[in-house]
Antibody, heavy 115, light 112 residues
């Protein structure tokens, strides 16, 4: 069955960077895109961007442009999201999800930004 | 960005009774191919969101047929014909018509 397993919780200081991983299994990794969505406390879900796992092309929400980088390692069937220049407003649960309809989601990775 | 607005934000329901959630978009989600790029998700307590419906009215794999989606353009509705206890959680609509994809505020469904 399709599974997306994310890396664990992180605590970061303001100004630091965080890299979250998303390991896929149960399907051919390169045939479906991976999207990233976050959920800050009390806020609605927020789309960050997506990566074409076949050719590595990416698209980012303008809000995160210049601060986020999505990559993938096809041999490891793993996608990554790196977010730089963290502030307290980046404290959130970060999810990866598969393909355009987000049909399968990872369990989430809690990122806490605190001095 | 396309703004998604859901109503109500809170919906107390009685098991066995129907329930309905509305979702409106600030721009049409209807593409030239005839599909509405509107999805519905349910986030059960303590879990990740799960896909319920795509293209506005197509149930995802494994979703019970008591769930139905309707609407086109800017107005959409998710209906549950007979609510069950396992249906509690927060329901989100999401538009995938144009990036950035955007979500509604969420509708919290709870048992009375």
């Amino acid at each position: 069955q399709v599974q997306l397993v994310q890396s664990g919780a992180e605590v970061k200081k303001p100004g630091a960077s965080v890299k979250v991983s998303c390991k896929a299994s149960g399907y051919t990794f390169t045939t479906h895109s991976i999207h990233w969505v976050r959920q800050a406390p009390g806020q609605r879900l927020e789309w960050i961007g997506w990566i074409n796992t076949g050719n590595g092309n990416t698209e980012y929400s303008q809000k995160f442009q210049g601060r986020v980088t999505l990559t993938r390692d096809t041999s490891a069937t793993t996608a990554y999201m790196e977010l730089n220049s963290l502030t307290s407003e980046d404290t959130a649960m970060y999810y990866c999800a598969r393909r355009g309809d987000l049909d399968s989601w990872g369990q989430g990775a809690l990122v806490t930004v605190s001095s | 960005d396309i703004v998604m607005t859901q109503s109500p934000l809170s919906l107390p329901v009685t098991p066995g009774e129907p329930a309905s959630i509305s979702c409106r978009s600030s721009q049409s989600l209807l593409q030239s191919n005839g599909y509405n790029f509107l999805n519905w998700y349910l986030q059960k307590p303590g879990q990740s969101p799960q896909l319920l419906m795509y293209f506005g009215s197509t149930r995802a794999s494994g979703v019970p047929d008591r769930f139905s989606g309707s609407g086109s353009g800017t107005d959409f509705t998710l209906k549950i014909s007979r609510v069950e206890a396992e249906d509690v959680g927060i329901y989100y609509c999401m538009q995938a018509r144009q990036t950035p994809w955007t979500f509604g505020q969420g509708t919290k469904v709870e048992i009375k």
